[in-house]
């Protein structure tokens, strides 16, 4: 079966870096997104990854190593408005967008 | 500005009244997707429809019904809401060019069944 993993939950500090982890088992992979989700809100897309590598963009960069089937979203100097749902999503082999369950970003003053 | 644009964004039915959800954009683009997104769950892919290509996901129930009249609109219908349905109703689009497409939401319709 096809499989993405992100953890449930995670807290961080206004002002602090923050990494939210992924990794994913598909049937084919053509890659791999991270939108963003406040709450009562529709995802909003944040980056595209296809290649091995970090692509940076402002204050969130997105890796991705298709090796390890592991991709990670990097969130610096973090601000409230930052507090939100991050999904994880892979393009497989048929371009069948596969859904993480979303990772919730709690932000602390 | 070009967008996705779902109505009513809430929408309230009782059990078992018909209800249907619309959706337009001004993207031109080609793909249309509705989504069942339940709180703290990743998107469920209901139906997508590639121009007037209908394509229906193996696990959606019959209870749920789309139509596609033209390019910019989609509807979702609903036949017979059960509890189990209330949930926001995520409507997408992509441009359906080669490749891997990008899909933009609209702000969704949340739906709840009394």
């Known amino acids: 079966g096809q499989n993405i993993d992100q953890p449930t939950e995670m807290t961080a500090t206004e002002g602090a870096i923050v990494q939210i982890n992924c990794t994913y088992q598909t049937s084919g992979f053509n890659g791999l997104f991270w939108y963003q989700q406040h709450a009562g809100e529709a995802p909003t897309f944040l980056s595209y990854n296809v290649l091995d590598g970090l692509e940076e963009k402002g204050r969130f960069s997105s890796f991705l190593s298709r090796s390890k089937g592991y991709s990670y979203l990097l969130l610096k100097e973090l601000q409230m408005k930052d507090s939100a749902s991050y999904l994880c999503a892979v393009l497989d082999s048929n371009y069948q967008l596969i859904w993480g369950a979303g990772t919730k970003l709690i932000i602390k003053p | 500005d070009a967008m996705v644009i779902q109505n009513p964004r809430y929408q309230v039915t009782q059990f078992g009244k018909p209800v249907t959800l619309s959706c337009s954009q001004t993207l031109n683009h080609n793909v249309m997707y509705w989504y069942q997104q339940k709180s703290s769950q990743a998107p469920k892919l209901l139906f997508h429809y590639y121009d007037k290509d209908f394509n229906n996901e193996a696990d959606t129930p019959d209870n749920f019904q789309s139509r596609r009249p033209n390019t910019s609109f989609c509807f979702l219908d609903i036949r017979s809401p059960g509890l189990g349905d209330a949930a926001m109703y995520l409507c997408?689009?992509?441009?359906?060019?080669?490749?891997?497409?990008?899909?933009?939401f609209g702000p969704g319709t949340r739906l709840t069944v009394l």
């Open positions: 997408a689009t992509s441009p359906g060019g080669q490749g891997a497409d990008t899909q933009y």
